[in-house]
């Protein structure tokens, strides 16, 4: 059978020093201080999108109830407000076609002989459909 000896050569190991044994260094340098510094800001920069991200979801939020409320204490209902408008608009005399001069003489004759309007009324409004 063999035996083993204790070889007591060998020096004491410094454990402080770490170079002998071939680690890598545990540094998060990448050699560049542009990219050090731009991963270091990251978490600021995404913590601002996200606040500001919020806070325009939450601008919209208000407007959108905001116009709601103001819609419906106008008596009208916000679902359909737009075709509302749209036949309120086709129904009013803004965009009615334009009567034509003749029509109009003979609506207010009409009116004179009905006595609706007096003479001097007639001859008033004949005057001003005339300049038109």
């Not at 009013?92 to 609706?116: C, H, I, M, Q």
Request: hydrophobic share 40%; aromatic share 10%.
């Amino acid at each position: 059978m063999k035996s083993f000896e204790v070889i007591d050569e060998f020096p004491e190991l410094d454990t402080t020093d770490t170079s002998s044994f071939g680690f890598i260094e545990d540094s998060s340098s990448s050699g560049s201080g542009f990219i050090d510094t731009v991963f270091g800001v990251m978490p600021v920069l995404t913590g601002i999108f996200v606040g500001l991200f919020l806070a325009v979801v939450a601008f919209i939020i208000y407007s959108q109830v905001r116009n709601y409320r103001k819609i419906k204490s106008a008596g009208m209902d916000p679902l359909t407000l737009e075709a509302d408008l749209a036949t309120r608009l086709a129904q009013s005399d803004l965009l009615a076609p334009k009567k034509s001069l003749e029509a109009k003489l003979n609506e207010l004759a009409d009116l004179r002989t009905r006595g609706v309007i007096s003479g001097e009324e007639y001859e008033q409004a004949r005057r001003d459909a005339l300049k038109e």
